[in-house]
Structures are given as C-alpha cells and as structure tokens.
C-alpha cells in the first residue's frame, strides 16, 4: 500500500524558517518524480514545486512563488522528500500536501496524496 | 501561466442525477488535463488523466472528455458519496496549475 506521510509543519513566525519532511512507503521512491503541493481556503490549490527522479537527474522545477525561498530535496536512501521553507510570509500559511508522481504521455501528475501538514505563518 | 476556469463553483443536485463540470483551459493543452476529488478533511483523490482514462478503482459512472481548451467531468448517475469537491489541473506546461474547483452538494 502506498503512503506518504508529511511532518514538520506548524507555527512560525514572518521571515523565519520551516522543514518539512514526507516519508514514502509502498512503492519505489527513487524511481518517482515527487512533488508538494499546498491549499489555502482562499487560493485553493497551488502547485509549489518537483522534485524529479533520479533517472531525470534529481532536477527541480518551482512555482515562482516560491523560488528563491524553498528549496525541494530528496534522500531516495531514506524513502523521504524534504521541503526547505525559508523567508516564510503570511500567505505561506496553508496545508502542505506531498504527492507521488505518476508520469505517462510526457507529463507527470499527482496519484498520491499525503494526508498534510499545516504551515502557519504569523506573529 | 496556464489559467484553468472550472463552472460552476458550486452545484446542488440530488441523488441519481447526471452531473457535468466544466474546466476551460487559458490555451490549448491537448489531452493533459486531470480531475480530482476533495471529500472534507481528506487529500484530494486522483479520478481521472489523460482528459478520458480513468483511474484504477474508480467507479465507471465517472468520465472524462475534451481536448485542446475544453474539458468536462461526467457523474452519470450521483451517488451519496460523490458530494465532494473536484479540481481540474493541467500537467501540461510549468507551473502546473489547478482549477478554482466545483462544490457538489446535495440538493
């Protein structure tokens, strides 16, 4: 059975920083492109960013949103995603979702979701 | 970036209806649009790729059509545990983007 579970959300403050873990189970991580994505009752769902396989190089891609601030890395050795949240703002407040890549055709999309780990950033 | 504007956002319809939602992409897309369902204090669940191919373990009263900008979601027959949310979202072209999303409550 597939699982990803995320941990290491929670309060912080403005301009400050936040790690967030997703560990992988059921299936071979190294061989999936993984993503996060986040929801927020006003924006709904927004793709933060990719992290790709290791076939692909380990490369990322990142909603502008965020580049420059969060960084994705993987460590396939521990089945786990990491999530790098720095320079954190108020509209970084949201649920963070880790999903499974499922690639076909050319493109790549979400077949699973973690459960989510709530970020919420404010004084 | 590619805009996707799903209608409506929110539809009341009872038990045994057909249902159809709409997702219109910004620019064309081919067939790489996704569909998603949100139950309340759940992850959205993947239902359909491609624009048409359903996902192992959904059941076949949901399907998917379109290509290009247009693209709808079918319930061909409403069941008490389809009231949920769905999205649209294109894996097409960076950054991947969703849908506003369609309530569907019971009427």
């Known amino acids: 059975e597939v699982q990803l579970v995320e941990s290491g959300g929670g309060l912080v403050q403005p301009g400050g920083s936040l790690r967030l873990s997703c560990a992988g189970s059921g299936f071979t991580f190294s061989d999936r492109y993984m993503d996060w994505v986040r929801q927020t009752p006003g924006k709904g769902l927004e793709w933060v960013g990719r992290?790709?396989?290791?076939?692909?190089?380990?490369?990322?891609e990142y909603a502008a949103s965020v580049k420059g601030r969060f960084t994705l890395s993987r460590d396939d050795s521990k089945n786990s995603l990491y999530l790098q949240m720095d320079s954190l703002k108020t509209e970084d407040t949201a649920v963070y979702y880790c999903?499974?890549?499922?690639?076909?055709?050319?493109?790549?999309?979400?077949?699973?979701w973690g459960q989510g780990t709530l970020v919420t950033v404010s004084s | 970036d590619i805009q996707l504007t799903q209608s409506p956002s929110f539809l009341s319809a009872s038990v045994g209806d057909r249902v159809t939602i709409s997702c219109r992409a910004s620019?064309?897309?081919?067939?790489?649009l996704v569909w998603y369902q949100q139950k309340p204090g759940q992850a959205p669940k993947l239902l359909i790729y491609a624009a048409s191919t359903l996902q192992s373990g959904v059941p076949s009263r949901f399907s998917g059509s379109g290509s290009g900008t247009e693209f709808t979601l079918t319930i061909s027959s409403l069941q008490p545990e389809d009231f949920a949310t769905y999205y649209c979202q294109q894996p097409h072209t960076y950054p991947l983007t969703f849908g506003g999303g369609t309530k569907v409550e019971i009427k």
């Open positions: 999903t499974r890549g499922y690639c076909t055709n050319g493109v790549c999309f979400f077949d699973y």
């Open positions: 992290s790709r396989n290791k076939a692909n190089s380990y490369t990322t």
């Open positions: 620019q064309g897309i081919s067939s790489h």
